[in-house]
């Protein structure tokens, strides 16, 4: 009997977590990442989010204080989406009328916007992870990140997979 | 000897499913999500394949009756491919040519179409579910999609993916 | 007692594996790959990498002989990366400008090269498998592959993911 239990507290401890690499930075996989991560989240699920190379631009505050940057730091962060309100499609982007087209018809249908998905995963206590490697790479700041997120490197991404039933790399 | 049976009967119970979400439509990881699928199914696995965003295009009906549509609508059928024999590739698409010559050397190979993995998945118990939140968003009625594909949200998705020992995103 | 250690052996044997599916030749992605591949074989777990479609083009030799092929199959090799030296970025590849200033701010920050990540790997004991059915596909032959690659189908690929906790697709 005490067995069974054992057991059973065991793989529930183990099996309701849920952990999502977050790579990609395109409008409609950060779309995906959130809806998968608050719906996880909504039935009781620990969710971990690890932001690494360009999932980094999704978790970027809207208005950063400015910091000091080398200048390949700078040359990337000019390259890259300022925050979540700039990311592209992975297609149709069309010079950016794409993410226009899908926001508007999100906001028409009554779907949550990106921002408020991810608002709502930080409220729900969905984990944010920033890739450290990542951010050194692409030169990221902390203090451009939103101000829950916390970082780690890819041991802490690989102690919440191995405590999870589902991971996913997005 | 009740307890060993008991746990190994809800091991098995929960280890032998696979969910993938199918995201991208590029032909070539179509390809890679039927053929993943299949060698699951055919090894006894129940598969959930949930079609999200693009994905949704490869699960299209080749002559689908018209549907009446709104103009935002009309135009995300215009820009997607209308159906599975018109993805493109996730490189070297090079205008469609890259597509025929994939599906060329497949045929001269003696690998399976797209359409004949598709149909073979439906045929071993493979389950097609489509995202209703990104029907809504990108206009595609049920009517547009293939008979046997069924209808849900997150919330399958997550039901499938608790059940499996194997969870893809493609 | 004795069920005890048996199930915990048992969930120690499949717990502890890790499968991931290398689709893409993107640098970033491989570099993401190799990061987790070896971060996973640093805490003692056994990780299979199975490459299928353009993730080949990452495992293969620098100087290989030259190998005869036939048209199709030199077509395809003519327009893929050559090895791993010659990947792109997913995004903001300007004309391989990306991926000199991404392995230029590795190596300034004394983070190991996509090269030197593959070794490792291969040192540490990860298991190469090189899709038999994508090389078909696209004419490439074992000998073109770096030494120490194994070679299989998705059956091959699915016995690994079914005794691994964490599997990817990327």
Same mark, same amino acid.
């Given at each position: 009997q005490a067995i069974v239990q054992a057991a059973s507290t065991m793989s529930n401890a183990t099996a309701k977590n849920k952990s999502i690499v977050v790579f990609s930075d395109d409008l409609d996989k950060a779309i995906a990442s959130f809806v998968i991560a608050n719906g996880a989240a909504a039935v009781g699920s620990k969710v971990s989010l690890f932001f690494t190379f360009w999932g980094l631009n999704m978790i970027k /505050?809207?208005?950063?204080e400015p910091v000091s940057k080398g200048f390949m730091d700078k040359m990337f962060g000019f390259m890259?989406?300022?925050?979540?309100?700039k990311l592209k499609l992975s297609k149709m982007n069309m010079w950016g009328m794409g993410p226009k087209m899908i926001r508007n018809v999100m906001k028409n249908k009554k779907i949550e916007s990106l921002e408020s998905l991810i608002q709502q995963a930080h409220e729900s206590g969905v984990e944010f992870i920033a890739c450290t490697m990542s951010m050194d790479v692409m030169g990221v700041? /902390?203090?451009?990140?939103?101000?829950?997120v916390t970082f780690g490197g890819v041991a802490a991404y690989l102690e919440r997979a191995e405590e999870s039933n589902v991971n996913l790399f997005i």
């Open positions: /505050k809207q208005n950063p890259m989406p300022r925050n979540s309100k700041k /902390k203090e451009e990140l939103l101000d829950y």
